[in-house]
């Protein structure tokens, strides 16, 4: 019997406790079936179909959550954003005083069983989504990483990290400033490579006076530290004063954070992420493609690099690298980019509200250098990384898709091979 014939569901939730809330399952789902308010990410069970796009690319795993429950009465969106743990299996008992049959309970406990996946075709793919071209694998070169060491399910729930810098790295008298943060994590274990991200508890209580959710961040530093052969990384901080939308509203960890001094201690879990590595083997290149905080993991990219470059142990590809801001005084580390050898990396900058100027946005920077994309797309050993706002990733892969076809290149051909081999890595918010 088909699950769609039977009086129980299999509703798809997400645990509270362990999402950071960086919004890759509601970016992914090709369906619109996942929303979130201030706390809780949550999913419609009218709308979920099942599809598993959002399981792989989660960082934590909270997405990889399901309950068997009445057809009649799935968990409501109100009941999922008032949580703040998943509730517990309802029971054969629970299931029969709902109305449910026993034999309808044995029917869906053994098809539970088998857990077969849901044919592809049932997802509803829009005409053009630009998530369904990322990679869920990293690089195969990639360095092993590790994931959750440190969380509400963790064996240790949090460390404690020690702020040792933290430095503003865009132009001072601007409101939107932008923090270098390096946290030091003395003797407690805590590896984490280039692409991955960490989540910063904020101190107190929020409006309903429940303790504040982690936030997540892209580490900036390499594998080695932001200072080399010490426990430390360092985090690109923005100070957070409108929302996406231009309503006034203050960030509560982005202000924390902005304003920690040197000394001060903050709660820390994980590290996460896994997919969005960097490759390893010589001669691969990678193309960076970010806007504003974005810019964090291909920091660490780039300084990791560089560092091997200087000590003469690696024979590196290209870098090339698109960077967005509003304006130049916006854009993070512009005194250090302008310092980096031309013959190292390619950079190129777009900006969208200088006076005077026409708005220019990443992707019409790449348009630009279409004849240099366009090779490093035909070569199978370049990576293409894209992180920033969620309004710059379907630009930035019709960008590419139009380069692509206007070299003579099957797109789709093309994109099936980048997300296989894990070439095509998509992280925004």
């Not at 979920?48 to 399901?66: E, R, Y």
């Not at 990679?135 to 064996?155: D, E, F, M, R, V």
């Not at 820390?268 to 810019?295: A, D, E, K, W, Y």
Request: hydrophobic share 35%; charged share 20%.
């Amino acid at each position: 019997m088909d699950m769609a014939d039977m009086q129980i569901i299999k509703q798809h939730l997400i645990d509270p406790e362990i999402c950071i809330r960086c919004n890759t399952c509601e970016m992914t789902c090709p369906v619109g079936a996942i929303t979130h308010d201030s706390r809780n990410y949550v999913v419609d069970a009218d709308k979920c179909n099942l599809c598993m796009a959002c399981v792989s690319p989660c960082p934590t795993g909270s997405i990889d959550n399901w309950r068997m429950v009445p057809r009649t009465r799935p968990y409501t969106l109100d009941e999922q954003l008032g949580w703040d743990t998943l509730p517990e299996e309802l029971s054969s008992e629970q299931l029969a005083a709902s109305g449910v049959g026993a034999e309808a309970i044995a029917e869906a406990q053994a098809l539970e069983a088998v857990d077969e996946p849901v044919d592809p075709a049932l997802a509803q793919i829009a005409p053009f989504n630009s998530a369904q071209y990322g990679a869920t694998l990293p690089p195969w070169s990639a360095a092993h990483c590790y994931t959750n060491l440190y969380g509400p399910k963790a064996a240790i729930k949090s460390v404690t990290a020690t702020v040792v810098g933290n430095v503003r790295v865009t132009e001072v008298g601007r409101d939107y400033d932008t923090h270098h943060l390096v946290l030091d994590f003395g003797a407690m274990p805590f590896p984490v490579l280039e692409g991955q991200s960490i989540g910063i508890v904020p101190p107190g209580v929020d409006e309903q006076g429940r303790p504040h959710h982690a936030r997540q961040y892209s580490v900036a530093s390499p594998r080695n530290g932001e200072r080399p052969g010490y426990n430390n990384l360092s985090l690109t901080i923005k100070r957070v004063l409108e929302d996406h939308h231009g309503n006034p509203v203050r960030g509560v960890a982005s202000n924390y954070l902005c304003d920690l001094q040197v000394g001060d201690t903050v709660e820390v879990i994980g590290p996460f992420g896994n997919s969005f590595l960097m490759p390893n083997h010589p001669r691969s290149n990678i193309v960076m493609i970010c806007t504003g905080t974005g810019s964090a993991p291909m920091r660490a990219m780039t300084e990791w690099r560089r560092r091997l470059r200087k000590s003469g142990k690696f024979e590196s590809g290209k870098l090339m690298l698109f960077f967005g801001a509003r304006t130049r005084e916006e854009l993070p580390y512009f005194g250090p980019l302008q310092s980096l050898p031309k013959d190292f990396i390619d950079i190129n900058l777009a900006f969208s509200r200088t006076p005077g100027q026409p708005k220019r946005y990443v992707q019409d920077v790449m348009r630009e250098r279409a004849a240099d994309l366009a090779a490093l797309l035909a070569d199978p050993d370049s990576y293409f990384y894209v992180c920033g706002l969620k309004s710059m990733e379907e630009g930035v892969v019709l960008a590419l898709r139009d380069i692509a076809e206007q070299a003579g290149l099957d797109w789709e051909a093309v994109a099936a091979s980048l997300k296989r081999e894990g070439r095509l890595h998509l992280e925004t918010y």
